[in-house]
């Protein structure tokens, strides 16, 4: 996303939107399938010119945008911009074009995603743990679900490659009896709940019976399979350039957080934006952008850290990790503050993840 001098035109790159100041102050949004071949950072030799190049006959494009971000679409066209904003996922362009490092690294891991159907209207998002790795369903309108299914790569590429109606099975196999029978309450369930009863402090859902999640029927979108990682930019921002989302960091998809912290992001950084015009700043001045940085940053690295942490947990098979791993989740789902801080802290309301 790109965003343009007044008289600017409007492109799109990827996943990037960028916009059209007109004269009179309005933003009009254009999309264009074109990709960024090149970005130009303002430099010290791209600084506003001195008195003596404007008498040596530099061209007046070139005086206007000394100080703005030059970029070269493949369609032969060259945009000026005052800000980029770099939103186009893991492998982002604008990151690798800018010369921004990261660190990370891979998970013996893949994903399967895809859309399904069902007979009748999902209105809950459901997560299964398997042994290879998490299943969710997640409700996106009508009769319709995303699954994100982790497994291994091999299992992944068996996956994407069998029929629909062998997938489908599948997905329902994995959602309901496939890997051991439904979960059902014991003697823990019982003295952990007569405990926070008596206090008070009970969570309403320990009432809440196993329920199984709606069937998928069809499989409605292409199935792509994808390797899983841990990413993240050294920099948010450089001088009229910033990263959301994915294009700045990149977590394991077992929480469903990818999208709340990308989210986050954009609010923070439109909130900045917003800031820095009302006093009349230069929205594209570093100064300013890390803000954006400063704010995002540190919380992002401790989710990252967060869902790392169960990634690893939940690939040892061992007795008495086994056992503390229930123990934490009894206390999650029965101690009725801690499991409204969780959902404050996953659903992105609360920026750390325990009272804050």
């Not at 010119?49 to 530099?58: D, H, M, N, Q």
């Not at 704010?295 to 992002?300: E, G, Q, S, Y």
């Not at 061992?318 to 009725?336: C, D, E, K």
Request: charged residues 20%; glycine residues 8%; contains cysteine.
């Amino acid at each position: 996303m790109a965003s343009g001098g007044r008289g600017e035109r409007a492109r799109r790159e990827g996943e990037g939107m960028v916009y059209h100041q007109e004269e009179n102050g309005d933003i009009e949004k254009m999309i264009y399938p074109t990709r960024l071949i090149s970005l130009a950072l303002p430099s010290k030799s791209r600084q506003a010119p001195t008195s003596e190049a404007i008498s040596s006959g530099y061209p007046p494009e070139e005086l206007n945008h000394s100080n703005l971000v030059k970029l070269e679409l493949s369609d032969g066209q060259t945009l000026y911009s005052k800000l980029v904003v770099g939103a186009d996922g893991s492998k982002s362009n604008v990151r690798q074009t800018a010369g921004i490092k990261t660190t990370g690294w891979n998970y013996p891991q893949s994903a399967i995603i895809c859309t399904v159907e069902h007979i009748t209207e999902n209105d809950c998002a459901w997560q299964r743990f398997l042994p290879s790795g998490p299943i969710a369903l997640l409700p996106i309108g009508d009769n319709y679900s995303n699954i994100v299914w982790t497994m291994s790569p091999e299992e992944s590429l068996r996956h994407k490659s069998m029929s629909p109606e062998d997938f489908v099975k599948s997905v329902n196999n994995a959602l309901d009896f496939g890997y051991g029978p439904h979960p059902h309450s014991g003697s823990l369930d019982y003295y952990m709940e007569k405990l926070f009863s008596d206090i008070g402090g009970t969570a309403a859902s320990t009432k809440e019976c196993f329920e199984i999640p709606p069937k998928a029927i069809g499989v409605v979108s292409e199935r792509m399979a994808f390797p899983l990682s841990l990413k993240h930019s050294h920099d948010y921002v450089s001088k009229r350039l910033a990263l959301v989302g994915d294009a700045a960091h990149t977590v394991h998809p077992l929480a469903g957080q990818g999208v709340n912290l990308g989210f986050g992001d954009a609010a923070a950084l439109a909130k900045v934006i917003a800031d820095g015009v009302s006093v009349g700043a230069d929205f594209g001045d570093i100064s300013l952008l890390k803000r954006y940085e400063n704010d995002r940053k540190a919380a992002n690295v401790a989710m990252a850290a967060l869902l790392d942490g169960f990634q690893k947990m939940y690939s040892v098979d061992f007795g008495p990790l086994n056992v503390l791993r229930a123990a934490a989740f009894h206390g999650a789902q029965y101690i009725s503050p801690l499991k409204k801080n969780i959902i404050s802290y996953a659903m992105g309301d609360a920026k750390w993840p325990l009272f804050s």
